[in-house]
């Protein structure tokens, strides 16, 4: 086994680390997307790769970005609509 990290997991660190830019990005083309994780056509990920991006995207991205007032994340309806500060 190599030290190299495998193209799943470069893949899923590049998903983590720009999914805030995705979803701005994402709403600067529609007003309310889905609040699921925006992942490329090329991009795969293992299923616990997907959970764990739920996740974050859930309890860490979106609250952040409502925080700030880019977005507003509504649980209840799992959408996410552009804040007063987009």
């Not at 994780?37 to 609250?63: A, F, K, N, Q, R």
């Given at each position: 086994m190599s030290g190299q990290p495998s193209e799943s997991n470069e893949q899923f660190e590049t998903a983590l680390r720009e999914q805030k830019g995705r979803v701005i990005c994402a709403l600067s083309e529609d007003?309310?997307?889905?609040?699921?994780?925006?992942?490329?056509?090329?991009?795969?990920?293992?299923?616990?790769?997907?959970?764990?991006?739920?996740?974050?995207?859930?309890?860490?991205?979106?609250?952040?970005?409502?925080?700030?007032?880019v977005v507003e994340f509504d649980r209840h309806s799992d959408e996410v609509k552009r804040g007063e500060r987009f």
């Open positions: 007003v309310t997307i889905p609040a699921t994780p925006i992942l490329w056509d090329d991009e795969t990920l293992s299923c616990e790769e997907y959970v764990t991006l739920v996740y974050e995207l859930h309890h860490v991205h979106l609250p952040e970005l409502r925080a700030d007032g």
